[in-house]
């Protein structure tokens, strides 16, 4: 089955305006609170060149990045070669809307602008992969982009009634908060603003416990 993702592996030959360089400042300042119960191991899918999962790996998590480009992953194993982190790390390419074969349960994913690719029909098929990864009470973070953000320029805007809706069976909403998406100003499609920021929704839902 192909996925929408699958054609973002020539984004990689360059730079991609969504590669900035460094962890994302939401998903860095959730984790580093503490407010929520995170229990590992991690598996941060839709990793790019893996900054958010060297990140969680340095904070001691156990952490899986995977991505359908094979470009992003060569990159990101040739940064992990490069960082001493605490945790442990490892970087694969597979499909996220197929992950019933990846082997562990994990207590968190990450998805940092993926879920915003799907169309409406492949976000259930996508959701339910996702429940095929999660372990009971285990947590799914996600950014992405927000219909607050104006024009029509880059990936496609989600309402928070469109995440609610999207987790409605089988999942239990912990929190949708507005936030910033940051993205590489010299990158390609970026806002015309030039803007290093867009607005976005940082969503924490839960596994309910069958």
């Not at 020539?10 to 590669?19: F, H, L, Q, S, V």
């Not at 990793?47 to 969680?56: I, K």
């Not at 982009?145 to 024009?151: A, I, K, L, V, Y």
């Amino acid at each position: 089955m192909s996925s929408p993702e699958d054609g973002f592996d020539d984004a990689y030959a360059g730079t991609p305006p969504w590669d900035i360089g460094r962890p994302q400042s939401a998903i860095r300042s959730l984790f580093e609170r503490d407010e929520i119960p995170f229990e590992g191991p991690v598996l941060d899918l839709g990793c790019g060149t893996g900054e958010n999962s060297l990140f969680l790996a340095d904070r001691g998590y156990t952490v899986l990045g995977a991505d359908a480009s094979p470009r992003a992953i060569e990159q990101a194993k040739a940064k992990a070669e490069t960082r001493d982190v605490a945790g442990d790390i490892d970087f694969r390419i597979e499909d996220a809307l197929s992950l019933d074969g990846v082997e562990d349960d994990f207590g968190v994913v990450v998805d940092c602008g993926l879920f915003h690719v799907f169309d409406d029909e492949t976000r259930r098929t996508y959701v339910s992969s996702l429940a095929s990864a999660v372990a009971p009470d285990g947590h799914v973070v996600i950014l992405c982009f927000s219909d607050r953000e104006p024009g029509e320029w880059g990936p496609r805007r989600i309402s928070e009634q469109e995440l609610r809706t999207a987790f409605e069976d089988g999942w239990e909403i912990v929190k949708i908060d507005p936030a910033r998406f940051e993205v590489n100003a010299q990158g390609e499609d970026v806002s015309p603003s030039n803007d290093e920021s867009v607005e976005a929704w940082l969503t924490v839902v839960r596994r309910a416990v069958k």
